[in-house]
């Protein structure tokens, strides 16, 4: 639990706020827009005020559990571990956009597609700049049967992985700023490109080392 700490904090000030904001919401809340810009999706202030912190502890106990069922526990041992590192960040991504949905619903002048746009690249950022970092496990990383097979494919997957999740990170937060939706649209198709190169480098990479065997090729 305590490796869990920042994240949970983090929920526990957006659910002080859901309090806080409750009585003040109007009698409808905002709480989803299109890739235009435009809201459509509302919510009662109840279901509002609840449903981002109820999931983001639903998230956490998740969290917790993985490690505890993962046979390959030693990728999870540090407080450190970039697993922890990742879940933290995310519940407080959750926390943060919580209360910018709701400070939209109070009157507050916040682009909430921008502000999830600029998370989700942070995001990206992030987990590419920890990729190298990460040891082989059955819940975190780029898990495919080459690079689980080899702890070499594995390293080297992810050392190029990181590199891409960080350049589609970048595209994404960048479209946030570009003038037009449809920016936003291209650039969650490329980060969703560069996201699924690393699995073919992997099947490369083990490729390569079976026509290298002796015997083969």
């Given at each position: 639990?305590?490796?869990?700490?920042?994240?949970?904090?983090?929920?526990?000030?957006?659910a002080?706020?859901?309090?806080?904001?409750?009585?003040?919401?109007?009698?409808?809340?905002?709480?989803?827009?299109?890739i235009?810009?435009?809201?459509?999706?509302?919510?009662?202030?109840?279901?509002?005020a609840?449903?981002?912190?109820?999931?983001?502890?639903?998230l956490?106990?998740?969290?917790?559990?993985?490690?505890?069922?993962?046979?390959?526990?030693?990728?999870?041992r540090?407080?450190?571990?970039?697993?922890?590192?990742?879940?933290?960040?995310v519940?407080?991504?959750?926390?943060?956009?919580?209360?910018?949905?709701?400070?939209?619903?109070?009157g507050?002048?916040?682009?909430?597609?921008?502000?999830?746009?600029?998370?989700?690249?942070?995001?990206?950022?992030?987990?590419?700049?920890l990729?190298?970092?990460?040891?082989?496990s059955?819940?975190?990383?780029?898990?495919?049967?080459?690079?689980?097979?080899?702890?070499?494919?594995?390293?080297?997957t992810?050392?190029f992985?990181?590199?891409?999740?960080?350049?589609?990170?970048?595209?994404?937060?960048?479209s946030?700023?570009?003038?037009?939706?449809?920016?936003?649209?291209?650039?969650?198709?490329?980060?969703?490109?560069?996201?699924?190169?690393p699995?073919?480098?992997?099947?490369?990479?083990?490729?390569?080392?079976?026509?290298?065997?002796?015997?083969?090729?």
């Open positions: 639990m305590k490796r869990l700490i920042p994240g949970l904090g983090g929920l526990l000030v957006a002080g706020f859901s309090v806080w904001a409750y009585g003040r919401l109007p009698g409808q809340v905002i709480t989803h827009w299109g235009d810009g435009r809201p459509d999706g509302w919510a009662s202030p109840l279901a509002a609840m449903i981002i912190p109820a999931v983001g502890l639903a956490a106990l998740i969290f917790l559990a993985l490690p505890r069922i993962d046979p390959r526990r030693e990728a999870y540090t407080p450190s571990s970039p697993y922890w590192v990742i879940a933290n960040a519940l407080a991504l959750l926390a943060v956009l919580h209360i910018l949905v709701l400070g939209h619903g109070l507050w002048a916040v682009n909430a597609l921008a502000a999830v746009t600029v998370g989700v690249g942070g995001l990206f950022v992030l987990i590419g700049a990729m190298p970092k990460m040891k082989p059955w819940f975190m990383g780029i898990r495919t049967p080459w690079t689980l097979s080899d702890d070499g494919i594995w390293e080297a992810h050392r992985g990181g590199r891409l999740f960080m350049a589609a990170g970048v595209v994404i937060a960048l946030s700023v570009v003038e037009g939706n449809w920016w936003l649209v291209g650039a969650m198709a490329v980060a969703a490109t560069l996201a699924l190169v699995v073919g480098y992997s099947w490369w990479l083990w490729q390569k080392q079976q026509e290298s065997k002796p015997g083969t090729g």
